[in-house]
């Protein structure tokens, strides 16, 4: 038996007063899963705001 099946099984013999509670607690762990998930090297480059020039060789000279 996987463990699928014994989570299944542990549903099957709850009783169905405490399905919703049972719910909730699963919705709450999958979203705190999701939500722990490194985040991709494309993201962090997204999150990076650079205020500078256009052209940043612009006033090269002048300094």
Same mark, same amino acid.
């Given at each position: 038996? *996987?463990?699928?099946?014994?989570?299944?099984?542990?549903?099957?013999?709850? *009783?169905?007063?405490?399905?919703?509670?049972?719910?909730?607690?699963?919705?709450?762990?999958?979203?705190?899963?999701?939500?722990?998930?490194?985040?991709?090297?494309?993201?962090?480059?997204?999150?990076?705001?650079?205020?500078?020039?256009?052209?940043?060789?612009? *006033?090269?000279?002048?300094?």
């Amino acid at each position: 038996m *996987n463990t699928k099946q014994k989570i299944q099984a542990e549903i099957d013999s709850l *009783n169905e007063d405490y399905l919703d509670e049972l719910y909730l607690l699963l919705k709450d762990f999958t979203q705190s899963k999701q939500h722990s998930k490194k985040p991709s090297f494309m993201s962090k480059l997204k999150q990076i705001k650079i205020d500078a020039p256009e052209d940043f060789s612009t *006033n090269i000279d002048e300094k």
